[in-house]
């Protein structure tokens, strides 16, 4: 398990992390998403060690990980810009990191997974597309036979079949190695598939940290049509109301809260129409930080 | 959640089995932690920067033993000889020559290329961020990973080296080595080593320290030339500045390797010429004890820098990377000492343009401005930003006043250097040198003397050189009193300018002799440069540069024995006899080569005269005449106990050496009227009747 222990973290006057505390538990996707400059590629450079956090620490199944190479050595970072020597081709980049991974580092599996992918190991690595690099970076990443793959917008640029190839990696390594991916990005539909766990920064802080499941279940959208004004005050009074939007007389509601309750405090109302229904992470992302102010739809205005 | 397609599912081989087993144990139960090996490291590090082994390995190898072919060959053609002990003499003259004078020095550039490549290059990550990240990502401790760069950098000049030198000793012994040349060639070869490796490893450790604290390679650059020169540049903008705008600054001139030891850029390459050169002639350098303690010093900073750069490279945050340059004291101290170093240089600069009036103003002016330049200009080198001229504007006006200060403080005097003088119960001993304006009449300029048992050879004289009171003459302290009282009446007339009127008594007529503030220039006989030290009994030396406003005084300066020794040993015939003397006319043609016989016997008479007529006038007898003709004496200068060269010196005959003139005439049958070719009449010059014919 990682555990990030009131982490903060500041560029010059700028506060990256603030007091961010999250658990990522073992044998799960994690998911990191976060708003612009929230503070994901910090927080995932400082769990590899990369950075050293101004306060708090980081412990990666028990011991600090900073300048620590027994910790580091369950961590492979994959970074949204993955440097590769020049001149390099994949085999001399699988060199390196079998050098760097002695015990783990799996050679005939860095093989296969390249062959799989048609990479050719020879070929310069400069002359690969911004994708290929992506993918390369993974299977060095997968073939490090690290515990802990972190993934920094590692999506980013790859094609939708490689993407579920990766995915399905990702799920086979976790089932059969207890691998923990840790994925930051932006394309949180990608994320709502293959995360079951996920933490949302904004603005250096953790908004929420949990099971996507729960979250999922710990708010709902709802679509209703009332008979009066009275019934929606009265749910807005009765239940955590976190948006809402008119169209004519249906009202679509976001609410916190568990599902039995919305439903009794809305059918409460006797309404003409109402539907109760299960939030994406996208749109949960997007209410969560429209609480905080992280709202441009003025930006039309 | 479930995999979207369970490997159970697919048909798979028993191989595939097998190798998933394998790499499943492999990842999840490492039965013994290996670890990471140093040497494994070294290789890794060393397979991404194989172009700096490759490039070193082609400098070295090719151009040692291409020289050493080269050089060996050319002496082989050169000389002829049968003789086994001139054979040999030439043979090792051959490695020394060699190694002194070809490999050391190119050893040394070699050196100072390598470093800045292999250190600069060898932290090359600390410039790119997805490599920093890369690089701090991997399971090895930062610590480690300095050392495996550093060593890596070391071996990758030490070993070409090693191989380019034993092929050169190869070579050596090949073509030399019957002639007994080998522990010659291995003590040279020790000698260019030890030069190299201290030249190499103050530029190698400036040059990691300099990566460690910087984002860019042109921020390594800038920060490498300021660590490297700062202290030197700093210590010679106030002796310019003492020297340029203080009345009577002087100091003797000091041995660069005593200054540049807080410098590496300096010291590392002087102590690396100085070692390969002259190592082995401790006389001239290591038996000095400053030079020893500068070189002690050198290394010091040399290992200082190493632990420095070590520090900071563990403890540097990733994020510096891509930045300009690292640590904000440090940064501000860079701008502080540059932009007033480059105020103050610029001053200087207007000082000699502008020459001695008006200067003040515009001297401060201009150290503002280009002290507030300088320090936009590194504030941007240091933060790749052209919007961060102003960033610490309070910073950049505490550089232009301190700048101001600092200026002031020579402008005005403010610690009063010029009007200070030593009391005189506290001088200790005294010395002074005269400033040389009669060099020209016939002076060797110091610094040679004879060798002993051979006649007409010459060597530097060893213990001026090195000496602390270099051509200095000692002076009794009553002597020494008159110069600081000189001193204060050249003050008073200074200040009065051109109205004063100043009188010399005669003390044997009783007559007086009238200056006034016109004469107060020097060569109107009326006032003399005089480099005065006094060493105090308490406090530091005492140096300053006089005018005497006295002719008395300088006449009986000049009058000093040692004084006259030390500026004529050539006219005082303390050289001996030259290897030849020739007579040379207005044209330059040599018309006359005496004899030994002629040479002694005329020499003789010179010198006798030459004493006689300077124990009478002192310097005045050089003073006014204007020479007819001259002797050329040729003495052959020995360097060390294999090579000599020739030197000519010049005796300029005057009127008043008449037995000498009366000598030549009669042993030449050359009137001196024959020997002048040249005439001046109103129209110009014209050419004599007499001609002689060059013999």
Same mark, same amino acid.
């Given at each position: 398990m990682i555990e990030i222990k009131n982490v903060s973290k500041k560029y010059d006057d700028v506060n990256a992390l603030s007091g961010v505390t999250i658990e990522v538990p073992e044998g799960q996707v994690f998911g990191l998403v976060g708003t612009n400059g929230a503070g994901k590629s910090t927080l995932l450079r400082s769990i590899c060690g990369v950075c050293r956090p101004d306060e708090g620490e980081i412990l990666v199944d028990g011991e600090?990980?900073?300048?620590?190479p027994s910790a580091k050595q369950k961590i492979f970072f994959i970074s949204d810009d993955q440097y590769y020597y020049p001149g390099s081709n994949a085999e001399e980049m699988e060199r390196f990191y079998r050098t760097m991974y002695p015990d783990t580092f799996s050679s005939d599996r860095f093989h296969d997974l390249m062959k799989s992918l048609s990479l050719d190991p020879k070929r310069r690595i400069q002359t690969f597309s911004k994708g290929m690099k992506k993918q390369l970076a993974i299977m060095l990443g997968i073939a490090s036979g690290c515990k802990y793959i972190l993934c920094d917008e590692t999506f980013d640029g790859l094609d939708p079949v490689v993407r579920q190839a990766v995915k399905r990696l990702f799920i086979h390594d976790m089932e059969e190695f207890g691998i923990t991916p840790v994925i930051a990005s932006h394309n949180l539909r990608e994320l709502e598939d293959i995360c079951e766990y996920v933490g949302l920064l904004h603005k250096g802080g953790v908004i929420l940290s949990k099971d996507l499941e729960d979250m999922k279940l710990g708010i709902y959208k709802v679509q209703v049509v009332f008979r009066d004004s009275t019934s929606l005050e009265t749910v807005r009074n009765n239940l955590k109301v976190i948006s809402e939007e008119h169209r004519g007389s249906l009202v679509t509601l976001t609410i916190r809260g568990g599902r039995t309750e919305v439903e009794t405090v809305i059918t409460s109302q006797v309404p003409v129409f109402y539907e109760v229904l299960p939030l994406t992470l996208e749109e949960i992302f997007i209410s969560e930080t429209e609480v905080l102010g992280y709202d441009f739809t003025g930006i039309t205005k | 959640m479930t995999s979207p397609e369970s490997p159970n599912n697919n048909p798979v081989t028993e191989a595939e089995i097998m190798k998933e087993d394998n790499a499943k144990t492999q990842n999840t139960e490492p039965a013994a932690k290996t670890g990471i090996s140093f040497a494994s490291l070294m290789i890794e590090d060393l397979r991404h920067r194989k172009w700096m082994l490759v490039l070193s390995g082609i400098v070295q190898l090719l151009l040692g033993p291409f020289v050493t072919v080269f050089i060996l060959s050319r002496y082989n053609s050169r000389y002829y000889v049968t003789d086994p002990e001139v054979m040999v003499r030439q043979a090792l003259d051959s490695v020394d020559t060699l190694f002194r004078g070809y490999l050391g020095g190119l050893e040394i550039v070699i050196a100072v290329c390598g470093a800045l490549i292999v250190g600069i290059g060898g932290f090359r990550h600390l410039f790119n961020k997805s490599m920093t990240d890369m690089m701090n990502s991997v399971p090895v401790k930062r610590g480690k990973q300095f050392a495996v760069i550093y060593l890596n950098g070391f071996l990758m000049w030490l070993v070409p080296f090693m191989v380019s030198v034993a092929i050169t000793l190869i070579i050596v012994a090949a073509r030399l080595g019957s002639y007994g040349v080998m522990p010659t060639a291995f003590a040279c070869f020790l000698q260019t080593f030890a030069g190299a490796l201290i030249t190499f490893m103050c530029v190698y450790n400036l040059a990691v320290l300099a990566a460690a604290i910087s984002g860019t390679v042109f921020n390594s650059l800038v920060n490498m030339l300021c660590l490297g020169l700062d202290a030197a540049i700093a210590y010679l903008c106030l002796i310019l500045m003492a020297q340029n705008f203080f009345d009577n600054f002087w100091r003797p001139s000091l041995d660069i390797l005593e200054i540049g030891w807080m410098s590496p850029l300096v010291s590392s390459v002087t102590y690396g010429f100085v070692i390969a050169d002259r190592m082995d002639r401790a006389d001239l350098y290591f038996d000095s004890p400053s030079t020893v303690i500068c070189l002690i010093l050198t290394i010091a900073v040399c290992i200082i820098n190493l632990i420095v750069a070590y520090r900071i490279y563990v403890t540097r945050k990733s994020e510096a990377a891509e930045s300009g340059t690292i640590g904000k004291v440090y940064k501000f101290v860079l701008r502080f000492v540059n932009s007033m170093l480059a105020g103050l240089y610029v001053a200087l600069l207007v000082k000699n343009v502008i020459?001695?009036?008006?200067?003040v103003f515009w001297c401060m002016v201009i150290t503002a401005v280009f002290t507030v330049l300088m320090f936009g200009i590194l504030e941007i080198i240091q933060k790749k930003s052209f919007r961060s001229f102003f960033d610490h504007i309070g910073q950049m006006i505490g550089s232009v006043i301190v700048a101001e200060i600092i200026l002031s403080v020579f402008l005005f005097d403010l610690i009063n250097f010029d009007n200070h003088i030593v009391p005189e119960d506290n001088i200790a001993e005294a010395y002074i040198r005269m400033?040389?304006? @009669? @060099?020209?009449?016939?002076?060797?300029?110091?610094g040679y003397r004879a060798v002993e048992d051979r006649p007409g050879y010459i060597c530097w004289t060893e213990d001026r050189f090195i000496s602390d009171h270099y051509g200095d003459v000692a002076i009794p302290k009553e002597l020494a009193v008159r110069i600081l009282s000189a001193e204060k009446v050249y003050s008073e007339m200074y200040i009065a300018g051109s109205g004063y009127t100043y009188y010399i008594e005669d003390p044997v007529t009783g007559l007086k002799t009238t200056y006034t503030g016109n004469d107060l220039y020097p060569g109107s006989g009326m006032i003399s440069y005089v480099y005065f030290e006094a060493d105090r009994k308490t406090g530091p030396d005492f140096y300053r540069s006089y005018r005497l406003a006295d002719p008395d005084l300088v006449l009986e300066i000049s009058k000093l024995d040692e004084y006259r020794d030390i500026n004529y040993p050539l006219n005082c015939g =303390? =050289?001996? @006899?030259? =290897?030849s003397v020739e007579l040379v006319d207005d044209y330059g043609n040599r018309v006359y080569s005496f004899t030994d016989e002629e040479k002694q016997q005329l020499m003789d008479t010179y010198f006798d005269e030459f004493r006689k007529n300077y124990d009478e006038e002192g310097i005045n007898v050089l003073d006014g005449n204007i020479y007819k003709y001259q002797l050329i004496c040729r003495y052959e200068m020995v360097y060390n106990e294999e090579s000599t060269s020739t030197h000519f010196f010049y005796i300029y005959l005057k009127d008043n050496d008449r037995r000498t003139v009366e000598l030549i005439e009669r042993l030449t049958g050359i009137t001196i009227d024959e020997l002048v070719n040249y005439n001046y009449d109103d129209y110009g010059y014209y050419e004599d009747e007499y001609y002689i014919e060059p013999y």
């Amino acid at each position: 398990m990682i555990e990030i222990k009131n982490v903060s973290k500041k560029y010059d006057d700028v506060n990256a992390l603030s007091g961010v505390t999250i658990e990522v538990p073992e044998g799960q996707v994690f998911g990191l998403v976060g708003t612009n400059g929230a503070g994901k590629s910090t927080l995932l450079r400082s769990i590899c060690g990369v950075c050293r956090p101004d306060e708090g620490e980081i412990l990666v199944d028990g011991e600090p990980v900073y300048e620590n190479p027994s910790a580091k050595q369950k961590i492979f970072f994959i970074s949204d810009d993955q440097y590769y020597y020049p001149g390099s081709n994949a085999e001399e980049m699988e060199r390196f990191y079998r050098t760097m991974y002695p015990d783990t580092f799996s050679s005939d599996r860095f093989h296969d997974l390249m062959k799989s992918l048609s990479l050719d190991p020879k070929r310069r690595i400069q002359t690969f597309s911004k994708g290929m690099k992506k993918q390369l970076a993974i299977m060095l990443g997968i073939a490090s036979g690290c515990k802990y793959i972190l993934c920094d917008e590692t999506f980013d640029g790859l094609d939708p079949v490689v993407r579920q190839a990766v995915k399905r990696l990702f799920i086979h390594d976790m089932e059969e190695f207890g691998i923990t991916p840790v994925i930051a990005s932006h394309n949180l539909r990608e994320l709502e598939d293959i995360c079951e766990y996920v933490g949302l920064l904004h603005k250096g802080g953790v908004i929420l940290s949990k099971d996507l499941e729960d979250m999922k279940l710990g708010i709902y959208k709802v679509q209703v049509v009332f008979r009066d004004s009275t019934s929606l005050e009265t749910v807005r009074n009765n239940l955590k109301v976190i948006s809402e939007e008119h169209r004519g007389s249906l009202v679509t509601l976001t609410i916190r809260g568990g599902r039995t309750e919305v439903e009794t405090v809305i059918t409460s109302q006797v309404p003409v129409f109402y539907e109760v229904l299960p939030l994406t992470l996208e749109e949960i992302f997007i209410s969560e930080t429209e609480v905080l102010g992280y709202d441009f739809t003025g930006i039309t205005k | 959640m479930t995999s979207p397609e369970s490997p159970n599912n697919n048909p798979v081989t028993e191989a595939e089995i097998m190798k998933e087993d394998n790499a499943k144990t492999q990842n999840t139960e490492p039965a013994a932690k290996t670890g990471i090996s140093f040497a494994s490291l070294m290789i890794e590090d060393l397979r991404h920067r194989k172009w700096m082994l490759v490039l070193s390995g082609i400098v070295q190898l090719l151009l040692g033993p291409f020289v050493t072919v080269f050089i060996l060959s050319r002496y082989n053609s050169r000389y002829y000889v049968t003789d086994p002990e001139v054979m040999v003499r030439q043979a090792l003259d051959s490695v020394d020559t060699l190694f002194r004078g070809y490999l050391g020095g190119l050893e040394i550039v070699i050196a100072v290329c390598g470093a800045l490549i292999v250190g600069i290059g060898g932290f090359r990550h600390l410039f790119n961020k997805s490599m920093t990240d890369m690089m701090n990502s991997v399971p090895v401790k930062r610590g480690k990973q300095f050392a495996v760069i550093y060593l890596n950098g070391f071996l990758m000049w030490l070993v070409p080296f090693m191989v380019s030198v034993a092929i050169t000793l190869i070579i050596v012994a090949a073509r030399l080595g019957s002639y007994g040349v080998m522990p010659t060639a291995f003590a040279c070869f020790l000698q260019t080593f030890a030069g190299a490796l201290i030249t190499f490893m103050c530029v190698y450790n400036l040059a990691v320290l300099a990566a460690a604290i910087s984002g860019t390679v042109f921020n390594s650059l800038v920060n490498m030339l300021c660590l490297g020169l700062d202290a030197a540049i700093a210590y010679l903008c106030l002796i310019l500045m003492a020297q340029n705008f203080f009345d009577n600054f002087w100091r003797p001139s000091l041995d660069i390797l005593e200054i540049g030891w807080m410098s590496p850029l300096v010291s590392s390459v002087t102590y690396g010429f100085v070692i390969a050169d002259r190592m082995d002639r401790a006389d001239l350098y290591f038996d000095s004890p400053s030079t020893v303690i500068c070189l002690i010093l050198t290394i010091a900073v040399c290992i200082i820098n190493l632990i420095v750069a070590y520090r900071i490279y563990v403890t540097r945050k990733s994020e510096a990377a891509e930045s300009g340059t690292i640590g904000k004291v440090y940064k501000f101290v860079l701008r502080f000492v540059n932009s007033m170093l480059a105020g103050l240089y610029v001053a200087l600069l207007v000082k000699n343009v502008i020459g001695d009036e008006g200067y003040v103003f515009w001297c401060m002016v201009i150290t503002a401005v280009f002290t507030v330049l300088m320090f936009g200009i590194l504030e941007i080198i240091q933060k790749k930003s052209f919007r961060s001229f102003f960033d610490h504007i309070g910073q950049m006006i505490g550089s232009v006043i301190v700048a101001e200060i600092i200026l002031s403080v020579f402008l005005f005097d403010l610690i009063n250097f010029d009007n200070h003088i030593v009391p005189e119960d506290n001088i200790a001993e005294a010395y002074i040198r005269m400033n040389p304006d @009669y @060099y020209y009449w016939g002076d060797t300029g110091g610094g040679y003397r004879a060798v002993e048992d051979r006649p007409g050879y010459i060597c530097w004289t060893e213990d001026r050189f090195i000496s602390d009171h270099y051509g200095d003459v000692a002076i009794p302290k009553e002597l020494a009193v008159r110069i600081l009282s000189a001193e204060k009446v050249y003050s008073e007339m200074y200040i009065a300018g051109s109205g004063y009127t100043y009188y010399i008594e005669d003390p044997v007529t009783g007559l007086k002799t009238t200056y006034t503030g016109n004469d107060l220039y020097p060569g109107s006989g009326m006032i003399s440069y005089v480099y005065f030290e006094a060493d105090r009994k308490t406090g530091p030396d005492f140096y300053r540069s006089y005018r005497l406003a006295d002719p008395d005084l300088v006449l009986e300066i000049s009058k000093l024995d040692e004084y006259r020794d030390i500026n004529y040993p050539l006219n005082c015939g =303390l =050289l001996g @006899y030259p =290897l030849s003397v020739e007579l040379v006319d207005d044209y330059g043609n040599r018309v006359y080569s005496f004899t030994d016989e002629e040479k002694q016997q005329l020499m003789d008479t010179y010198f006798d005269e030459f004493r006689k007529n300077y124990d009478e006038e002192g310097i005045n007898v050089l003073d006014g005449n204007i020479y007819k003709y001259q002797l050329i004496c040729r003495y052959e200068m020995v360097y060390n106990e294999e090579s000599t060269s020739t030197h000519f010196f010049y005796i300029y005959l005057k009127d008043n050496d008449r037995r000498t003139v009366e000598l030549i005439e009669r042993l030449t049958g050359i009137t001196i009227d024959e020997l002048v070719n040249y005439n001046y009449d109103d129209y110009g010059y014209y050419e004599d009747e007499y001609y002689i014919e060059p013999y």
